[in-house]
């Protein structure tokens, strides 16, 4: 069965440090999708970046990459120079097998200290 | 601005009472979902639907309905057979070809009065 898993309930980091947030995954599929969420207490859901299971290269977008592993099955959310706004929940999620759902981790609560 | 709307962003249920969620969307997308939140979790799937006057039931469906009339709107109605219905509700949206991400409202809150 296809499953998500986040091993770090929650981070503490210092302000302008770097952060990895971890999650692994188990599938059969070939191809899949792996995308990372960033939830403010707000309650938003915000798409941050997206790992396809055939890219060859990390995916990046501006403060954001993804260290895809895929002999590993792990798909790691790295944040350069942390901002006090990045602090929240931060979600990985994969594709099902009809690549329209998603399948959800538990979530990783990241507060970044001043 | 093209985006996913839900309202009320609070709502209060009685007791036997069922609620309806409203979730539209402006950006054209096929597929259409609704999830559950409880505090500290990750989402449980409660329905889905990729095209109008079709859906599925996801992993918690049981208490839930929807309908799927129009293309833009995907209402949810809790139910009272829904006994434990507190929890935070987020509509999300995509198109349908591969690889693109679920777009998300901003959340309703439902408690129990």
């Known amino acids: 069965a296809q499953k998500i898993t986040q091993t770090q309930p929650g981070m503490f980091v210092q302000e302008k440090e770097a952060v990895t947030l971890d999650c692994t995954y188990d599938?059969?599929?070939?191809?899949?999708?792996l995308f990372w969420y960033k939830q403010p207490s707000s309650g938003e859901m915000i798409f941050l970046i997206y790992q396809g299971s055939y890219d060859e290269q990390n995916a990046t977008e501006g403060r954001y990459s993804l260290n895809f592993q895929k002999a590993r099955k792990s798909a790691n959310l790295v944040i350069s120079a942390s901002q006090l706004g990045d602090s929240a929940m931060y979600f990985c999620a994969m594709t099902m097998d009809s690549n329209y759902q998603l399948i959800w981790g538990a979530g990783t609560k990241l507060i970044i200290k001043p | 601005d093209g985006g996913i709307t839900q309202s009320p962003k609070y709502l209060f249920r009685k007791e036997g009472q069922n609620v309806t969620l409203s979730c539209e969307q402006n950006?054209?997308?096929?597929?259409m979902y609704w999830y559950r939140q409880d505090p500290g979790q990750g989402l449980r799937l409660i329905y889905y639907s990729q095209i109008v006057n079709d859906f599925q039931k996801g992993d918690i469906a049981e208490g839930y309905s929807v309908s799927r009339e129009k293309k833009e709107s995907f209402p949810l109605t809790v139910t009272s057979a829904q006994k434990n219905p507190t929890a935070f509700y987020l509509c999300a949206s995509r198109p349908l070809w591969d690889n693109q991400p679920q777009h998300f409202g901003d959340g309703t809150r439902l408690s129990i009065l």
């Open positions: 599938t059969s599929d070939q191809s899949y999708g």
């Open positions: 950006l054209n997308h096929d597929a």
